[in-house]
């Protein structure tokens, strides 16, 4: 009976370990906070340093909160796993465990309980935590891309919806330039008729007849982009802000901040693209990024 017992309890154990292994290998990227709860001050007894370099030894590409982020990271957060450790400790012993949770907060993995019986706290805190960590090692990871369980074959799905949004925006433009225009009829009308001298500046245009699209050539100064939330504002040599453009989902497309707008990149080249008039307008940029 005890031999049959033991026999489920294993098998259980093992088909666990799989799962969690299966799963965990879908993450390419483990974050580690600065600071963990039962801590009072960040990177305490070099603990969160620990636990990166653990992470590391161990086959995983571990980040520092806060660092720089690799590009595909930046763009979907859910590729990397959130990792914690949780103190359990007790009078004789100190007991350290860790925790993986995806982007949405859901636990992916939880450690075996590493102890120690070390009075002094460094000390104490290090050789639990590496305890805890054997059981990560036994996974034995390897990043292996899952189309299902990280969102990947959404991709084609996100960048359709990138697109139509950037179409509904150009519809949003041609709203707002015809209301424009019909604010300015309105208040034409009222107006007194003058004699009315225009001066207008002559720029150099590639001009295309049939999409009335002005492509506005020879632009030479460079424009820096500085990292801001959830995009970059563009400097000149000054410096002063000439731009601040927001993140979009699709790659190299950005949203104008205050102006209806977009920059994105053509070729190897930036363009920003508005309308002035009946015109669409493609200004091309020097951004350093």
Do not use: H
């Amino acid at each position: 009976m005890n031999t049959k017992f033991f026999s489920i309890v294993l098998t259980c154990f093992i088909a666990t370990t799989v799962f969690a292994q299966s799963n965990i290998n879908n993450y390419k990227y483990v974050i580690v906070p600065n600071k963990f709860d039962f801590l009072k001050e960040d990177n305490q007894y070099q603990i969160n340093a620990l636990t990166e370099f653990l992470f590391n030894k161990y086959g995983f590409e571990a980040l520092m909160e806060g660092s720089d982020y690799p590009e595909d990271l930046s763009q979907n957060r859910c590729l990397a796993l959130i990792s914690d450790v949780i103190e359990d400790s007790g009078m004789l012993k100190t007991k350290l465990k860790v925790e993986l949770k995806d982007c949405n907060n859901k636990l992916v993995f939880t450690s075996s309980m590493g102890e120690s019986r070390e009075k002094e706290f460094s000390t104490a805190f290090n050789l639990a935590l590496r305890d805890a960590f054997k059981s990560i090692e036994a996974l034995n990871y390897k990043y292996e891309p899952s189309i299902n369980s990280i969102g990947t074959a959404s991709q084609p799905q996100v960048k359709t919806e990138a697109t139509e949004e950037i179409q509904q925006l150009k519809k949003e433009i041609q709203v707002l330039k015809q209301e424009k225009q019909a604010e300015v009829a309105v208040v034409e009308q009222a107006k007194p008729e003058v004699p009315k001298v225009v001066v207008k500046e002559v720029i150099p245009v590639a001009q295309k007849q049939d999409n009335q699209v002005a492509v506005i050539e020879g632009v030479s100064n460079v424009l820096y982009a500085q990292a801001i939330d959830n995009g970059f504002q563009l400097v000149d040599s000054s410096p002063k802000v000439v731009y601040r453009i927001k993140n979009s989902n699709l790659k190299d497309v950005y949203l104008v901040e205050g102006k209806s707008a977009i920059i994105y990149k053509k070729g190897d080249d930036w363009v920003v693209e508005y309308y002035s008039g009946d015109t669409l307008v493609q200004e091309a940029l020097n951004i350093k990024f």
